[in-house]
């Protein structure tokens, strides 16, 4: 069984779309990445999943469960980080972890989460006396206090410096192994890279490009990258390449093999190819590529659109004139006629 299966979730906001007729499967134990730029809809079925909010459309089951109608049942198993936590300033982090603890079934000992996630030394302090990256750490601390067998981590890093952000990683590289499952949400590429074996990116509401980490990068191919020598221009060269902030690039899906094509033509016109770098496609590659892509889908279709339109518009401005013409005409007519026949 999933963990999580959404299939044609939609949600709207005031009438507003923001999520859009998705489908995808979360395995059990498994690391999964929700990526996508500000607005994408993450956070929207985040909410859906952990049954803070009801979906208009489509079907949602978390382990198994409806978050709606079986919501107490999905309270009890799912830890929830969503990125705007209401703590109250004037209690420390233990007292705040303690009172968390009263409305949590069977939970952890607060040490043990405060622990977790590294924060035993600032349990003494008050939390409006937190930076911003340890009340991301309080934050994580609750949502571990019930043992969760799923985890919803929305921007769980944001603020945290990097040994932090290095230790969280660990606490949830941890978490998956002992079979926890974890959804996560994430700007930082890297961090999603290195976690997840999973993902899939939104954009404007629609997934637009899913499937396993590893899989979904090996078939982006990669790219080799180097100082174009002098006197050579990208269409001399025996693959296409693009210029790219000084350097020539040459997208392939097997770049080690680009690689070696480059190098076989420019050895043999007793060229170099100085700074060569070959790689393979980084989530960051794909992440601008499928926002690329959308982004030309948006603009065809901003052309199409602008093309009914226009079309419309002149169909529209034709009739009216034809209809002006006629009715101008044959009020000129009868006023002719009239005129004729009652010559007053
Ligand atoms: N309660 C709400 N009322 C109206 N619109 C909302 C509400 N919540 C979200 N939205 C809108 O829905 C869209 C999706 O928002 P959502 O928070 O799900 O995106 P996100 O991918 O999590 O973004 P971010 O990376 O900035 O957190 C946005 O355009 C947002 O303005």
């Known amino acids: 069984m999933n963990a999580i299966d959404v299939r044609g979730l939609r949600k709207s906001h005031q009438g507003f779309e923001a999520v859009k007729d998705i489908s995808f499967e979360v395995a059990e134990g498994e690391i999964f990445a929700l990526l996508g730029r500000n607005g994408a809809g993450k956070t ?13 459309a489509g079907t949602v089951r978390v382990l198994g469960l409806d978050p709606v109608t079986d919501r107490a049942a999905v309270r009890g ?97 941890d978490l998956a192994r002992q079979g926890t499952t974890i959804l996560l949400t994430t700007h930082y590429l890297e961090e999603a890279q290195r976690l997840a074996s999973a993902l899939a990116i939104m954009d404007a509401g629609r997934i637009v490009a899913a499937g396993g980490m590893a899989e979904t990068l090996a078939a982006a191919g ?23 902030d000084g350097r020539a690039v040459c997208r392939a899906d097997d770049p080690d093999l680009a690689a070696q094509t480059l190098l076989t033509w ?20 794909l992440f601008m590529e499928s926002a690329v892509k959308s982004t030309m889908k948006t603009g065809v279709k901003s052309t199409v659109t602008t093309a ?5 518009e002149n169909a529209v401005t034709t009739a009216v004139e034809n209809a002006v013409e006629n009715a101008v005409e044959n009020a000129v007519q009868n006023a002719v006629q009239n005129s004729v026949e009652d010559p007053r």
Do not use: C, N, Y
């Open 222 to 244: 990669g790219r080799v990258t180097f100082l174009l020598p002098a006197h050579v221009a990208p269409d001399d060269l025996p693959l296409p390449v693009t210029v790219e």
């Open 308 to 312: 009914v339109e226009t079309a419309v």
């Open 44 to 56: 929207t079925t985040i909410e859906v999943l952990a049954g803070f909010q009801r979906p208009d």
């Open 77 to 173: 198993r799912v830890g929830v980080m969503l990125q705007e936590a209401g703590f109250f300033p004037d209690l420390t982090v233990a007292q705040t972890v303690d009172t968390w603890r009263d409305f949590t079934a069977a939970p952890r000992p607060g040490d043990e989460a405060l622990e977790l996630a590294g924060l035993t030394a600032r349990s003494a302090t008050r939390v409006r006396q937190l930076s911003g990256g340890e009340k991301r750490r309080l934050d994580l601390a609750l949502a571990l206090l019930g043992r969760p067998d799923l985890l919803f981590l929305d921007e769980p890093t944001t603020g945290m410096d990097p040994e932090a952000r290095a230790a969280t990683w660990a606490v949830i590289r």
């Open 266 to 285: 420019a050895a043999g016109r007793g060229l170099r190819l100085e700074g060569l770098e070959v790689r393979q496609a980084t989530l960051e590659d």
